[in-house]
């Protein structure tokens, strides 16, 4: 079964310092792969996808994730942060073939001024 | 206007109650789910339907049924309400494209609160 590893349920960095957020799939082949935004109260928001097309992928709001299958890794990336990044994060896989979404358990991700 | 629209926002019930969500979609998406986050924000799919077949079933009491009267329409009824199932319960869907990587948009969710 496909499953995703978020290591670190919450992260805090400084305003303008490197986000970096972790995740990691367990998956016998290369499956899709997804980071989803929650702000409070909201539902989720898609930042960006891994659809092998390419292995570094640019998503919304100046995030990217680079695919690294030798890592099992699907790392979300921020070079400097917002404070209007504060929000839940979410990393998701489906298999190939398949439409169930399997999300991991999240980080929380604060910004202090 | 609103791509995943879920009613009601909020619903605070008693135990025992019988309850209904109302899910629309306008993106002429062919496939609808519902997820259920709870407290901890731990998101995990119930159901989804496919042109208004039920594809993904996962393993969810059957005092939840899902109903899904057309494309754009997913609704989910829920018998007998318990304490356990005050959660967050959030509508999506998708266009199917057989390989498993279309985005699936949110809905706002619907937060239910059982007393």
């Known amino acids: 079964a496909q499953s995703v590893t978020q290591l670190g349920s919450h992260v805090s960095v400084s305003e303008g310092a490197l986000v970096l957020l972790r995740c990691n799939y367990s998956?016998?082949?290369?499956?899709?792969l997804f980071w989803y935004v929650q702000y409070p109260n909201q539902g989720l928001q898609l930042l960006l996808k891994?659809?092998?097309?390419?292995?570094l992928v640019k998503g919304i709001n100046g995030f990217e994730a680079e695919f690294k299958k030798s890592e099992t890794s699907f790392h979300l990336t921020k070079p400097s942060a917002h404070m209007s990044d504060a929000a839940e994060y979410f990393c998701a896989v489906t298999p190939p073939g398949n439409e169930k979404l399997t999300f991991g358990t999240g980080t929380r991700l604060t910004i202090i001024p | 206007d609103t791509a995943v629209s879920q009613t009601p926002k909020y619903l605070v019930t008693q135990m025992g109650n019988d309850k209904s969500i109302k899910c629309e979609q306008n993106l002429g998406h062919d496939t609808m789910y519902w997820y259920k986050q709870d407290s901890k924000k731990f998101l995990k799919i119930m159901f989804s339907?496919?042109?208004?077949?039920?594809?993904i079933n996962e393993t969810v009491p059957n005092r939840f049924s899902p109903k899904s009267p057309d494309k754009a329409h997913l609704n989910l009824h829920i018998n007998s309400l318990e304490l356990g199932d005050s959660a967050v319960y959030f509508c999506?869907?998708?266009?199917?494209?057989?390989?498993?990587?279309?985005?699936?948009?949110f809905g706002p969710g619907t937060r239910l609160t059982v007393l």
């Open positions: 891994y659809t092998s097309a390419a292995t």
């Open positions: 339907y496919n042109n208004k077949e039920l594809i």
């Open positions: 998956s016998s082949v290369p499956p899709y």
């Open positions: 999506a869907s998708s266009r199917t494209s057989g390989r498993g990587d279309n985005e699936q948009f």
